[in-house]
């Protein structure tokens, strides 16, 4: 297809390590409702055409601009990042291109599906399908996390770029995808893999150290067990992080768990997924466009080091430290 035939087709990129592979099976059904809908697209598989970021980066260059993630969450992190990757290195070429001129839509067929819990988009398939000729266009914030060499501070030397449009953290959460991610490769699915997961690494926490500065102000300095970063609510199969986040607000919600002791632990860990994690007066809570974490060691608190691990949508990016920001410009989805 030319560049002009592709502006108004949609992209399906089918994620067919999703839903325990059962995502190939689950996408047939949803191509069933495009086809009866006259709804354009095309799809491609995940494998051995490349992964779902450098599949939606190489759409990108063809002239695609509306893109379905066929996946959970890690599917729809890495569509993200093809889309933005892309919009970078263009602008690096004096394009004038920005997430506004992209789309996203989603049909869940992964584990978690965290993001459709803040958008509002059904699990059903032949439901999310149906929005691509049903839907509304809304619009979203999309976060860069900047890993970054401890050796560098002040001057921020960028190890490592991510893009995020969920949830992010450092510390607990983290090492709770980490745990997630590494039992999901032996073939394993369910809400039950990040309780047990959050379970395991409670019970063998160790207090790791970092300065909080948001927007230019340090709002936390000590011990911390966790620190969430969302535009959207929900992360790891339904708990609440950030409650309170609004996905098109531009700021960036945060909630720092700082290290406290495991019967309070016990106590207050329900309300991750009630809604109401948010009156734990422990807690340390801000809302900015611009965060970073500066970990440290309890010996020498003017020494940066590199410190817990960092995720981003689920996916771990790499140690701490690490900034988070709210990029100018919103990303198109597709809503209900």
């Known amino acids: ?30 191509e069933t409702v495009l086809l009866e809908s006259g709804v ?47 919009m970078e290195s263009r602008r690096l070429a004096g394009d004038d291109i920005s997430l506004s001129d992209f789309t996203l839509a989603v049909i869940p067929v992964g584990s978690g599906n965290d993001w459709i819990k803040t958008t509002g988009v059904p ?36 190890v490592k770029v991510a893009y995020m449009a969920n949830v992010g953290g450092v510390g607990l959460d983290a090492a709770v995808c980490e745990r997630v991610n590494r039992v999901k490769r032996q073939g394993k699915r369910g809400k039950r893999l990040y309780v047990s997961a959050l379970i395991y690494n409670i019970i063998h926490r160790v207090p790791s150290f970092a300065r909080v500065i948001c927007d230019g102000k340090k709002v936390f300095e000590g ?39 495991i019967l309070t632990i016990a106590r207050e ?5 009630t809604g109401k994690f948010l009156t734990v007066k422990e807690l ?18 003017c020494h940066a080091i590199s410190g817990s691990l960092v995720e981003v949508d689920g996916e771990v990016v790499g140690n701490a430290p690490v900034k988070f920001e709210v990029l100018e410009g919103q990303l198109n989805i597709l809503c209900p």
């Open 284 to 301: 340390v809570t801000s809302r900015s466009r611009c965060i970073t974490v500066v970990p440290y060691d309890e010996a020498m608190p």
């Open 40 to 86: 354009p697209f095309i799809s491609e598989k995940t494998g051995d055409h490349g992964n779902a970021m450098n599949l939606t980066c190489v759409a990108c260059e063809r002239g695609y601009r509306n893109f379905i993630a066929v996946g959970g969450d890690g599917t729809v992190h890495d569509v993200l990042e093809g889309i933005v990757f892309f």
């Open 123 to 158: 699990k059903e398939i032949s439901k999310a399908a149906a929005l691509l000729s049903t839907g509304v266009i809304r619009k979203q914030d999309v976060v860069k996390a900047s890993v970054l060499d401890p050796a560098s501070l002040p001057s921020e030397k960028v």
């Open 223 to 261: 011990a911390f067990l966790s620190i969430a970063f969302g535009i959207g609510k929900y992360s790891g199969g339904g708990m609440r992080q950030t409650p309170g986040a609004v996905l098109d607000d531009g700021m960036l919600d945060m909630t720092i768990i700082p290290d406290l002791p």
């Open 269 to 273: 860990a329900p309300k991750l997924f």
């Open 1 to 30: 297809m030319e560049v002009t035939e592709t502006r108004g087709v949609w992209y399906a990129v089918v994620n067919i390590f999703a839903a325990s592979k059962k995502a190939g099976a689950m996408w047939r059904k949803a």
